[in-house]
């Protein structure tokens, strides 16, 4: 494996289990069950996408990524304090959608930045990248 592919790897790591912890820190302030159904389903494939990724990297013998606690706290926090006076369904769905769209962007400019990386990874990314367009789709609904 490259170490464009790697990189691309350990992007759709990061950027899936960031999606997962946005998720996390917001499920338990929904009170729509047809959104709180929603993102449960996107938690699931977005784990999908991590552990592929995952498992790519491991197979490979390549370290996977780690995130650091300080950027957990960061984006848990962040979320936190953004629902802590409003946690109207609107206002989850517009956190989630620019959670979305940061991820797309991430993962747009990694691909860009190692355009040699294999078929396989670039197939990944872009499957999340897919998948990410998608949420923010669905999310709109609920603005």
């Known amino acids: 494996m490259t170490s464009q592919e790697i990189k691309v790897y350990r992007e759709i ?5 960031m999606a997962m ?4 820190t917001v499920a338990d302030r929904v009170d729509d069950q047809e959104l709180s159904l929603q993102i449960s389903r996107q938690s699931l494939k977005y784990s999908e996408l991590h552990n592929e990724a995952v498992k790519q990297l491991i197979d490979a013998k390549a370290r996977p990524f780690q995130s650091s606690h300080l950027s957990d706290a960061v984006l848990k926090t962040g979320l936190r ?3 802590m006076l409003n946690t109207s369904t609107s206002h989850i769905a517009e956190l989630l959608i620019k959670e979305s769209n ?17 078929e396989k990874s670039t197939a990944l990314a872009k499957q999340l990248i897919e998948f990410e367009e998608k949420n923010v789709r669905s999310l709109k609904e609920y603005l």
């Open 21 to 24: 912890k946005a998720i996390d």
């Open 102 to 118: 940061n991820g797309i962007l991430e993962m747009e400019k990694v691909l860009r930045a190692n355009g040699e990386a294999g």
């Open 81 to 83: 304090y953004n629902t």
């Open 13 to 17: 790591q990061r950027n899936a289990d």
